[in-house]
């Protein structure tokens, strides 16, 4: 399985280091830094899986699901939020923004890349759990 995954995140290190676990399973990654960038990037290169931070200078994650959810050819794409947020409900929110899936801040880094493929590839549709 080779994917184009567009990660959308604002901290160096964070991209630094999902993009190395995401190449290393022959994955190709695009990034953005926030939130319009991300738009931007995701509907000029339409990438299989959204990697969404939700902390993010600008425009929230939860904004910028929304928005990606409103362009046709991004409504069936995977958007994964990648996130520290771990307050009662940002689950759902995230779920409710438009997000398929959920993967809480520090990530597993011997299961981070396989935990994407198995959320990418069972495309479970709005409101599913992940
Ligand atoms: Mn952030």
Request: charged share 20%; proline share 7%; net charge negative.
């Amino acid at each position: 399985m080779n994917l184009h995954i567009l990660l959308i995140e604002d901290n160096e290190q964070n991209r630094y280091l999902l993009s190395f676990l995401l190449q290393s399973r022959g994955h190709t990654v695009t990034q953005a830094i926030d939130g319009p960038g991300g738009l931007k990037q995701a509907m000029a290169t339409t990438p299989d899986v959204i990697l969404l931070d939700i902390q993010l200078p600008t425009m929230h994650g939860y904004d910028v699901a929304s928005a990606l959810r409103k362009v046709d050819a991004l409504a069936a794409t995977p958007i994964i939020a990648v996130t520290s947020y771990a307050m009662p409900g940002d689950r759902e929110k995230a779920l409710a923004a438009g997000c398929d899936g959920y993967i809480e801040k520090p990530i597993d880094p011997d299961t981070f890349a396989q935990d994407i493929e198995r959320l990418a590839s069972v495309r479970p549709g709005r409101g599913a759990p992940a």
